[in-house]
């Protein structure tokens, strides 16, 4: 249990345990980058705009948003990504080389998809580090070269952000107050009864974070 502020919507900070988070924590508690820090997220789900989300608070620049869904790509750009490339479409890496004139110097990773986690970890320049954060089931595997960890590179999962919850979620209650942490526009709210509609809305993107309203 984690006691926040009383004066902000309670029904607004159930995302904040479990996907919001992780994927800030990944950035602020992980990465922890400096201004001026090029970044990008692969997966615009709840998870990889919370990471985006505070990429913009770190000030990174330029801030990339990679996914196969025009309409998350387009939200990704209004939340703060500077340059958004549709995977399905063009080459990730080569295009993200272009934007920096290298790679990244940090890259996220929220699908869980071995063909997509190579990607996060090809696009890094030297020294760069690439966090895991999506969750893949047992036996799933991947590959990359081996002169990718000699240049430096660091690839690393994450667990909950590697936050407490105790400061960390209080933490970014207060940046959600104060108008630098928008968690409201990722939630949609949906009735109990419409349960099957929020699963299926989920699925295909529609909807970035379903929040179920149980009756009284």
């Known amino acids: 249990m984690v006691k926040v502020r009383p004066d902000v919507p309670l029904d607004l900070l159930g995302p904040l345990a479990c996907g919001i988070q992780t994927g800030a924590g990944a950035v602020l508690n992980v990465m922890t980058p400096?201004?001026?820090?090029?970044?990008?997220?692969?997966?615009?789900?709840?998870?990889?705009?919370?990471?985006?989300?505070?990429?913009?608070?770190?000030?990174?620049?330029?801030?990339?948003?990679?996914?196969?869904?025009?309409?998350?790509?387009?939200?990704?750009?209004?939340?703060?990504?500077?340059?958004?490339?549709?995977?399905?479409?063009?080459?990730?890496?080569?295009?993200?080389?272009?934007?920096?004139?290298?790679?990244?110097?940090?890259?996220?990773?929220?699908?869980a998809l071995p063909a997509v986690f190579r990607q996060a970890v090809d696009c890094l320049q030297t020294c760069g580090t690439c966090v895991l954060a999506g969750s893949a089931r047992r036996g799933t595997e991947v590959s990359f070269e081996m002169p990718v960890l000699e240049a430096g590179r660091t690839v690393r999962g994450v667990i909950q952000g590697d936050s407490?919850?105790?400061?960390?979620?209080?933490?970014?209650?207060?940046?959600?107050?104060?108008?630098?942490?928008?968690?409201?526009?990722?939630?949609?709210?949906?009735?109990?009864?419409?349960?099957?509609?929020?699963?299926a809305d989920a699925v295909t993107g529609t909807t970035i974070k379903p929040v179920l309203r149980v009756p009284q």
Do not use: W
Not at 90 to 102: F, N, P
Not at 190 to 198: E, G, K, L, S, T
């Open 34 to 111: 400096d201004p001026g820090k090029s970044f990008a997220v692969f997966g615009s789900g709840s998870v990889g705009l919370a990471g985006l989300m505070a990429a913009k608070l770190a000030d990174c620049e330029p801030i990339i948003a990679v996914d196969i869904r025009p309409n998350r790509l387009d939200f990704a750009r209004a939340l703060g990504a500077t340059h958004t490339i549709d995977n399905g479409c063009e080459d990730a890496v080569a295009a993200i080389r272009q934007i920096t004139g290298g790679g990244v110097h940090f890259a996220l990773e929220t699908s």
């Open 164 to 199: 407490r919850p105790e400061t960390f979620i209080p933490h970014l209650v207060d940046l959600f107050a104060a108008g630098r942490l928008p968690i409201d526009r990722l939630v949609t709210f949906y009735d109990f009864a419409d349960i099957n509609r929020a699963a």
